[in-house]
């Protein structure tokens, strides 16, 4: 298993279903980034696996092995290491510790009915991150090799992928500023590791809607700002308003933008808004990717799915509280949804906003938006439904 060649193990590469909109998303190796090569990975098996459990919550039960890719500006990047799953040994100065650069991403691997290994549309977060790390002055490197990478280590650690619909496992790359001083400064140093966790539902609650809670005084992200990357301080600096939201009774925070109090995310996710339009138009709306969006992946299979199915308008526009408020007064609104690779679609069924409770419509469950997009996604993120989004492992 772990002889095949470099040139062998991309044969993977290749989708399940030709077609034209997967050549946007077409792994191709950059020759102009001087990058780590997945050809030269190592491999140290631990020899030791751990004991699974059927029973665990989100992100807190870790497979046996563990991706690690370090760099320097001296020597460039090394030779990528899988080895076995254990703690990092980092400079107290450590400039990720003390300033925050660092970045991450998540992306899940699903076991289908036919018992096949399959990504979603991973080339999107490799994309996404590589602009992350753009952003935080950390090194480029070729979004394919590091793919390459990943995928040995699901092929690994393939047995902890769970058996169970709607169970994955959930792959978080992290990518940390390893600088070992106290200056603010673009690194000398960093550290790309991915680490593999089982995953269940994302939400601890039986409930099938959540319930938000909208409070201007907090702002997430800001133009000009880091809303468009996957950053850990985008989702630190959260906590105090999502403990805040609990106090009032509420799930998650929705998260409000400018003086006309612009509807951006809800929570870590996407927002999705199905109503009749100010123009008496049926339509699928969320916020545009202006800056102060992360571009999610989730979020952009939604979009062009309900674009291929041509049956409603589907629009990236600016949605404000008065908005729906209005939309919901006159009956306007059909149901409203957040959208993420952790917990994929959940329907949004209540807002606590400026001392109002607004009741969220959901349509009957057999013909509610929700249930037919969660339906499409999984059987393709399954295998049930042959597709060119996913990437055989």
């Known amino acids: 298993m772990f002889g095949v060649t470099a040139a062998q193990g991309r044969d993977w590469l290749r989708p399940e279903r030709s077609g034209s909109s997967y050549l946007s998303t077409t792994p191709m190796a950059d020759n102009s980034i001087s990058s780590f ?11 030791t696996p751990k004991t699974k459990l059927d029973v665990f919550s989100f992100g807190t039960v870790f497979t046996d092995h563990m991706l690690t890719i370090e760099w320097s500006a001296a020597e460039g990047w090394q030779a990528p290491l899988i080895r076995p799953f254990g703690n990092l040994s980092l400079n107290p100065a450590c400039s990720s510790l003390h300033y925050g650069i660092q970045l991450f991403e998540g992306l899940k691997v699903y076991r289908g009915d036919d018992n096949r290994l399959r990504l979603f549309r991973p080339m999107l977060n490799m994309n996404r991150m590589a602009n992350s790390a753009k952003r935080a002055c950390l090194p480029a490197f070729d979004q394919s090799e590091l793919l390459e990478c990943i995928r040995r280590l699901v092929e690994i650690d393939q047995d902890w992928v769970p058996h169970s619909d709607p169970a994955s496992l959930y792959i978080r790359p992290t990518f940390i500023s390893t600088e070992p001083s106290l200056g603010v400064k673009k690194p000398s140093s960093a550290l790309l590791y991915v680490i593999l966790s089982q995953a269940g539902s994302y939400f601890n609650n039986e409930a099938k809607d959540i319930s938000l ?7 997430r992200a800001w133009k000009g700002g880091t809303g468009d990357c996957k950053m850990g301080g985008n989702y630190g600096c959260a906590l105090f308003a999502q403990y ?21 995310e809800a929570g870590t996710m996407n927002v999705f808004l199905h109503w009749i339009n100010e123009d008496g138009e049926e339509e699928l709306a969320t916020p545009p990717l202006d800056g102060i969006i992360l571009p999610g992946i989730t979020r952009q299979s939604i979009l062009d799915l309900t674009k291929k199915w041509g049956e409603f308008k589907v629009t990236e526009r600016y949605l404000t509280m008065s908005q729906l408020r ?8 059909k149901e409203m949804f957040g959208s993420g690779t952790a917990c994929m679609i959940c329907p949004i ?28 996604l999984t059987d393709i993120q399954y295998g049930r439904t042959p597709s060119d989004w996913t990437l055989l492992v």
């Open 37 to 47: 090569k997945a050809a030269d990975l190592v491999i140290q098996l631990s020899s």
């Open 349 to 376: 069924g209540s807002i606590i906003y400026q001392g109002e409770s607004l009741h969220i419509p959901c349509q009957d469950k057999n013909s509610q938006l929700t249930s037919q997009i969660a339906k499409e």
């Open 244 to 264: 805040e939201a609990v106090d009032y009774g509420c799930q998650q925070v929705l998260w409000l933008y400018g003086e006309d109090h612009q509807i951006t």
């Open 326 to 333: 209005s939309a919901l007064k006159q009956q306007r609104v």
């Open 213 to 219: 809670w909208a409070d201007p005084k907090y702002t």
